[in-house]
Each structure stands twice: as C-alpha cells, then as structure tokens.
C-alpha cells in the first residue's frame, strides 16, 4: 500500500504521534478526539503536549493538506470516517478498579463508529489493552465485513517521534492476515522488523515488553543499594553489565523509582492478568514492591545527609526538590517518583520548594502541595539540601558557586546521578547519589556563608 485513508481517534501523545508520523510517511490522516477546544488548537498548529518534532510534523502535515484535524462531534467526522481504510484507536486505558486497565472509553467510541464504518475497513488498537481485548471489541463491534487489528506502540515520551520513525520493530496481530499485512504496509518504509501475529500475542508483547523494562529498573535500584552498602560504583557496575549485548546499556541508571503513564500501569494490568489465570507473577510483583521501596530508600538517603542518621527528624528542614516530571524531556506528571518521593517527604515533617523547567509555576493545573518557583536558584534559598529527582540536563550547567550562597547548608542529593559532581563539589557542596560513593567538599574550599537572603535572591541569571 504506497498511501493509505487513516483516521485516528484520540489525539493523547499516543494518537498524535501517530496521526503527525503517518502523514509525515505521505499517508491521508484524520486526527479526531472529542475535546473540540483541543482539536482548535490543533488546527492552529499548537500542541499541548511537549514532545520534540511533534508540533513541526502536526504543523507539515496540515500545511500539505495530509493531515486534518476533526472534533468527533462535527458532522464532518462522520464523512471522513466513511471514507476510512484503517481507524486506529488511541484512546486512554487507565488504570480502573484492582489494577485492570478500565477499557470503558475504548468500548464507547467503538459503539458510536460502527455503524459508521465502511465494509472493509480494518480497525486497530494502538492503546496498551489487556489481553483478550481485539477479540471483546470485533464482538462488539457486530461488523462481519470490518477486521480487528492488534498494533501495539512502543513509544517513549519525551522522544515519541523519534521512536515511531525509528522503531525497534512493529508487531501486528489479527486473525485475518490480510487486515495485518495492511496494517504493516503503513510502515513499509521504515524498513523494521516486523512480527505478524495473532491478537493475544501482540497484545501480550506490549506488556511483556514494559514489565521487563520495569524488572530492569527495579534490578538497577537494587543493584545501586547494594554497590552503597558496598562501595562499589553502580556507574561502573552497569557499564560493565551494559557490554554484554544479551543485557545492553539502556535501563540500568537508578533513579528515585520508574513512573510515569505506563510502567506503573502495565505493571499492575499485567499482575492482575495472571492472577485471573491463576498464575502468581512473583517477578512482577517484586519489581512493584521494590519500585515502592525504592522512594522510601530515596527519603532515608535525604534523612542520613540532612541529620546525619536514617531515623533523624525532616520536621523544619527544609529542602529544594530540582526535577518534578516522572523523567526528563516531559512536562508529565502522572504518577512521578518525584511526587512520590515529594509525599513522603512532607509525611515526615519536610517543607518543600520545587523547580522543574516543565513545570509553570502559575499553572495550577499541576496542584501540586507545595510552591514550585520559576528557578532553580529560588527554589534553593534557604535549603537544607537540594534534591535531585529529574535528570534534567539543564541540571548539569547550574551555577553551584551561585547556589552555594543562597542555600543554608550545603548538601546535595542526586538520586539521578546526573550532576557534574566536580563542579559541585568545587563550589563546596557534599553530593551524595545512589549506589556511588559520596563526595564532600575539598577541605580547603572557602565555605560561603550560608546565611540565605530572606527574600528572591537580586537578578537571576537563564532559566534553567
Ligand atoms: C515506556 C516504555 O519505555 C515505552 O517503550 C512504551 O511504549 C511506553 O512506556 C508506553 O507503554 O507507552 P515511558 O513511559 O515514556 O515509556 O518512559 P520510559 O522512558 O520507559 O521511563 C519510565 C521510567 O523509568 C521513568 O520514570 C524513567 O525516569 C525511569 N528510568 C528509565 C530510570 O529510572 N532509569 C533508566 O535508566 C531509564
């Protein structure tokens, strides 16, 4: 198939992604979601979500007249569905009752559109939906001359595009070969590996993929609190890993905890999967529970540098949280280590002041506990330590002899391990990350004084 007719339903970073990269392949997409304030903007070219490439391609396709723009509720929606080949559905699968992924939003557009489609069209699902789902929706959708389509995505916030353009490989599952060989003729030029397959399989592909990618996680946590307790350095321990091509480099920094919109989410589906099969997951399960233990680690690390002991007091200390977003190259929040890490820390008495430079502080969308201020350098007046949750890379060029002036102690923890820690530890700084060994501040470095300006300190240098 050189060009297909594509609509896409839902324009969340999953659907636009698609939707943009399909056109920018030379297909005809529509892209269709119900919030018509959105499909506005869209329209205009403005994109809500941050993801690099995205608004260029949304903007090219629109200008080549390759890609429109639709709200469901337009009368013009229903023509172009009519005239559809391939609909994907892209529509959210969040987290519902006991860890099930809620298909309910699914389950509704595919009754409003089948009685629109076309005969002959084929109808894909590209959200992560549990096994078991293609075969729910063709019953539902009571169209014998309409094929359902498995075709998972792999794509990573923060480098969507990227990574549709560039992918690893694509998986297609339906029981009718022709459907997925359609499917698989959208992305004939990209040249990738392609697995052809059943529809249980593609869609367990999706959460095998993503819950080994969580077990690689929780391993590199683990493996970074054994190198503290060990003084070994995690750095070179996943480097040395990293070599052997079965393990590879990718997936063994620690962190605070994985998050995010997906990881947390598959994770729990997928438990909760095996459970109804009468299969205890334990693999999965532990790398849950260590992701949990993982933010209390975080605490006690932040505990032990600011009082010295793991059962110290946080009450009255108070500490400049650098990174809010679940990772760098987003402005997500949902389910953030960080705000993980945030909770417990105002559990044990921690005031908090935050930066993140995907986060506004005047919007209050984000309703976050506590005040998020528009520098780094703000938030770090007065602090006790400065916490490290992002791995910004903006992170690295701060100023930290600057810095060194405004906070009340200096004491970093970098639970990223993204610092430049012979900079910060020339200013004066302690730094302390995980599973490396600390670092103090050379003896013979002039202490500032540490008597933080009550009020914003004068002029401030770029955000960072
Ligand atoms: C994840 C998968 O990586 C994608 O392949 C998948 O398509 C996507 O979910 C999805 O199901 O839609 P994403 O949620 O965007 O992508 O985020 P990741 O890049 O996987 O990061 C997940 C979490 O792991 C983040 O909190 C990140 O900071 C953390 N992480 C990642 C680490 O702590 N260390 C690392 O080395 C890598």
């Not at 009754?111 to 929706?137: D, F, H, M, Y």
């Not at 945030?342 to 309703?367: C, H, I, K, M, N």
């Not at 923890?413 to 060994?437: C, E, K």
Request: include cysteine.
């Amino acid at each position: 198939m050189s060009s297909a007719r594509v609509v896409v339903i839902g324009t969340g970073y999953v659907g636009l992604t698609t939707g943009a990269c399909l056109a920018s392949l030379g297909h005809s997409v529509v892209c269709a979601d119900t919030d018509q304030a959105k499909i506005g903007r869209l329209t205009g070219g403005r994109i809500d979500i941050l993801e690099p490439r995205l608004s260029e391609l949304v903007t090219d396709g629109l200008e080549a007249g390759r890609l429109t723009c639709v709200g469901t509720a337009e009368t013009a929606f229903g023509h172009l569905l009519r005239r559809a080949e391939i609909v994907f559905l892209c529509v959210p699968t969040p987290m519902g009752a006991g860890g099930l992924a809620d298909l309910g939003i699914l389950e509704s557009v595919v009754k409003q559109i089948r009685e629109t489609l076309p005969p002959g069209c084929t109808v894909v699902t590209k959200s992560t939906v549990p096994v078991g789902t293609a075969t729910r929706l063709a019953q539902l959708l009571r169209r014998d001359d309409v094929s359902v389509v498995s075709n998972p995505e792999f794509l990573r916030e923060g480098t969507a595009v990227r990574d549709f353009l560039h992918p690893d490989r694509i998986v297609v599952g339906s029981a009718c070969r022709e459907a997925a060989e359609q499917v698989a003729a959208l992305y004939a030029s990209l040249n990738a590996p392609v697995v052809l397959t059943d529809t249980a399989s593609a869609e367990l592909v999706k959460y095998a993929a993503n819950c080994f990618l969580a077990m690689k996680l929780s391993y590199a946590n683990a493996i970074a609190e054994l190198c503290d307790r060990a003084g070994a350095d995690v750095a070179d321990v996943a480097e040395g890993m990293g070599y052997d091509r079965r393990i590879g480099q990718e997936f063994l920094a620690p962190g605070p905890g994985w998050g995010g919109s997906c990881l947390p989410k598959d994770t729990s589906a997928l438990l909760q999967l095996a459970d109804s099969m009468d299969f205890e997951f334990r693999l999965v399960r532990a790398a849950i529970d260590t992701n949990i233990r993982q933010h209390k680690r975080v605490v006690d690390k932040i505990r032990e540098v600011v009082t010295g002991t793991r059962l110290g007091s946080l009450s009255q200390v108070r500490l400049a949280l650098l990174g809010l977003t679940f990772k760098a190259g987003t402005n997500d929040l949902r389910d953030s280590p960080a705000l993980a890490v945030a909770a417990l820390l105002r559990e044990a008495g921690a005031e908090l002041v935050a930066f993140d430079p995907a986060v506004d502080p005047a919007d209050s969308r984000a309703g976050l506990p506590f005040p998020v201020k528009d520098h780094a350098y703000h938030a770090a007046c007065g602090a006790d330590a400065v916490v490290v949750l992002t791995e910004w890379p903006e992170f690295r060029k701060l100023d930290w002899d600057r810095l060194a002036t405004l906070v009340r102690t200096p004491a970093v923890v970098d639970t990223r391990n993204v610092l430049d820690v012979p900079a910060v530890v020339r200013a004066g700084f302690s730094w302390t990350g995980l599973g490396r060994p600390p670092r103090s501040a050379p003896a013979t470095t002039v202490l500032p004084d540490h008597h933080a300006p009550e009020s914003a300190p004068g002029p401030v240098g770029a955000p960072v």
